[in-house]
Structure formats: C-alpha cells, structure tokens
C-alpha cells in the first residue's frame, strides 16, 4: 500500500538498507516492511566509481526470502553491466544504473528490461538531465540523487527540487506517466512533503528511517503524516 498519494499518483517509500543494522539486517527489514515500506532499496557501491564499498548481490539474495517488498539495486558501480545477471539471480525487481558509469547506456537498459526487470537510471547532483533525452521513454524509473553518492546521513541538495521539477515536466511531457520518479539521499519527514510537491514519486530514506530515535515504525509513520496520510488508529 502507497505511503502516501497526491496529484493521482501513489507515493513509495523505499527504505535504503545501507543505513539498518547490518547485525540484524532481516529483522529491521521486517520492522520496515509491517511498518508500511513499500520497496527496499539495496545501495550497491564498489569503492571505484562511489567512494565507498557497501556490499553486492549476496546480500540483495539474503533479503529476498525476508521480505515480499520489491528488492530495488542501485549500482553505484563502474562496468554495472558485468553485474546485472547476478543482481537479477539474487531476485532484484528493479536494477538502476548511473548514466554517469556507462558508455552504452541504451544497451545496458535493455540488458535489465530483457531479463523482465524493471530498469532505472540515476543522474549524480552535477549532471544534466538531458543525459536522459534519447532513453526517457525506455526507462520504468529515473533516479534524480539529492545527494553526492557514497555515503548515508548527507544533506538534501536544495538546489535539486529545481531538478526534480524539471524532471517532472520531462516525463509530463513525454506522457510517461508510469516512470517513477526516485528520488535519493537526504530524504526525511521533515522534506518529503516539498520534495513530492515538485513530482517526485519514489523517496529513499536511509538514515530517517533506520536510524530515527524513536526507531523504525514511528520514523514510517512520520513519512506517512508528512504525506498527509496518517494511519488510522484502532479505535477512529
Ligand atoms: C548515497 C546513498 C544514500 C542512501 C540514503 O550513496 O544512496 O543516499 O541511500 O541515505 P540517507 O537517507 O541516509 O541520506
């Protein structure tokens, strides 16, 4: 179920597990799937083209059994097209590539969408997104990062809601309604109201939700009063 709707469209909430309790990384997962996260985000990073080394398909594979959310991988990897077969054999529903890591952009994403996964492409806080001009309409997601990859816990790149404004107008005007319009890094209940506002569709939360004080169900329910769709008590 959405975490939240607005101008027709559902809102996702795709916690990224590069933030949980790796000691304890299905039980979180399972706190975050009852508590209303619609997909799971794995942040794929190989310490070469992000600076950071997190971890690959093995784990992406360890979930699939935990949860019946949607396994979503964001290669932050250079060559991700070396890896697309295993993340697509460890059950990954969703594979997202960085424009910025791929020569051939448009045969990588026909390499995902071939194995009957749905395939992404994620544009760094620097590039433009006319990067996106000739392969928008074969995409199922765009991934506009609000923060520099590498790392949870950053801040929200202001600047990026233009970005996101603009993207929306793209896939308006294309009459790609369908894509999803991620969004990545930063992300919390404070500004995923403003940030929905400007047409963003899919929000990945690392540090807001497994990391949130007062833990993981009620850093859910934040998102979904932000959203405007607080959950009804038993007894309303
Ligand atoms: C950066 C990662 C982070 C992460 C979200 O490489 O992609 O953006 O998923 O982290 P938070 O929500 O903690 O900013």
């Given at each position: 179920?959405?975490?939240?709707?607005?101008?027709?469209?559902?809102?996702?909430?795709?916690?990224?597990?590069?933030?949980?309790?790796?000691?304890?990384?299905?039980?979180?997962?399972?706190?975050?799937?009852?508590?209303?996260?619609?997909?799971?985000?794995?942040?794929?990073?190989?310490?070469?083209?992000?600076?950071?080394?997190?971890?690959?398909?093995?784990?992406?594979?360890?979930?699939?059994?935990?949860?019946?959310?949607?396994?979503?991988?964001?290669?932050?990897?250079?060559?991700?097209?070396?890896?697309?077969?295993?993340?697509?054999?460890?059950?990954?529903?969703?594979?997202?590539?960085?424009?910025?890591?791929?020569?051939?952009?448009?045969?990588?994403?026909?390499?995902?969408?071939?194995?009957?996964?749905?395939?992404?492409?994620?544009?760094?806080?620097?590039?433009?997104?006319?990067?996106?001009?000739?392969?928008?309409?074969?995409?199922?997601?765009?991934?506009?990062?609000?923060?520099?990859?590498?790392?949870?816990?950053?801040?929200?790149?202001?600047?990026?809601?233009?970005?996101?404004?603009?993207?929306?107008?793209?896939?308006?005007?294309?009459?790609?309604?369908?894509?999803?319009?991620?969004?990545?890094?930063?992300?919390s209940a404070r500004?995923?109201?403003?940030?929905?506002e400007a047409g963003?569709?899919?929000?990945?939360?690392?540090?807001?939700?497994?990391?949130?004080?007062?833990?993981?169900?009620?850093?859910?329910?934040?998102?979904?009063?932000?959203?405007?769709?607080?959950?009804?008590?038993?007894n309303e």
């Open positions: 179920m959405p975490i939240g709707t607005l101008n027709g469209r559902d809102l996702l909430l795709a916690p990224s597990i590069l933030a949980a309790d790796f000691a304890q990384l299905g039980a979180q997962v399972q706190a975050a799937e009852a508590a209303g996260a619609d997909w799971f985000q794995a942040d794929i990073m190989d310490g070469h083209f992000a600076p950071n080394i997190s971890f690959g398909p093995l784990v992406v594979a360890a979930l699939k059994p935990v949860t019946s959310c949607l396994l979503d991988c964001h290669l932050m990897i250079s060559n991700p097209e070396l890896y697309i077969d295993e993340f697509v054999a460890a059950g990954a529903q969703h594979i997202t590539v960085h424009a910025e890591a791929v020569v051939h952009l448009h045969r990588v994403v026909h390499q995902i969408k071939e194995q009957g996964v749905r395939a992404g492409v994620a544009l760094n806080p620097a590039t433009p997104l006319s990067v996106l001009d000739e392969i928008v309409a074969d995409l199922d997601l765009v991934l506009i990062m609000t923060v520099n990859p590498g790392f949870g816990g950053q801040q929200f790149i202001a600047s990026s809601l233009d970005k996101i404004r603009r993207t929306r107008a793209m896939l308006d005007r294309h009459g790609l309604e369908e894509v999803v319009l991620q969004v990545d890094g930063g992300i500004n995923v109201r403003v940030v929905a963003a569709t899919c929000f990945v939360a690392g540090s807001s939700v497994f990391k949130h004080q007062q833990g993981i169900a009620v850093a859910i329910e934040e998102f979904r009063q932000a959203l405007g769709t607080p959950q009804r008590a038993d």
